[in-house]
């Protein structure tokens, strides 16, 4: 994926960390480094629904030997792993 489509990637992400998980409260700060698992924004049920969300916002599936907590630390992260798995789909 290009940078551009990378930004994309970062800022529908963003939306749906802030308005699912955060109940679209910004006090949080949230930015592309907030650690999502330390901070409890993302467990396992949060996760799933990331996940489908990015199945269904993308059209990437992320393979279970990918679902670990370096993929899912902080949106950069997510990215990265979704941009790996959208080149590869492609």
């Not at 698992?37 to 199945?55: C, D, F, K, P, Y």
């Given at each position: 994926?290009?940078?551009?489509?990378?930004e994309?990637?970062?800022?529908?992400?963003?939306?749906?960390?802030?308005?699912?998980?955060?109940?679209?409260?910004?006090?949080?700060?949230?930015?592309?480094?907030?650690?999502?698992?330390?901070?409890?924004?993302?467990?396992?049920?949060?996760?799933?629904?990331?996940v489908?969300?990015i199945?269904?916002?993308?059209?990437?599936?992320?393979?279970?030997?990918?679902?670990?907590?370096?993929?899912?630390?902080?949106?950069?992260?997510?990215?990265?792993?979704?941009?790996?798995?959208?080149?590869?789909?492609?």
């Amino acid at each position: 994926m290009s940078v551009e489509s990378r930004e994309v990637v970062v800022g529908s992400l963003t939306r749906y960390i802030e308005s699912h998980l955060l109940d679209g409260d910004s006090s949080i700060g949230l930015t592309v480094e907030t650690p999502l698992l330390e901070w409890g924004v993302l467990n396992s049920i949060e996760t799933a629904r990331l996940v489908a969300h990015i199945r269904d916002e993308f059209g990437v599936r992320v393979p279970p030997a990918k679902m670990v907590s370096k993929h899912f630390s902080n949106i950069d992260r997510i990215a990265d792993l979704v941009c790996s798995l959208g080149q590869n789909e492609a």
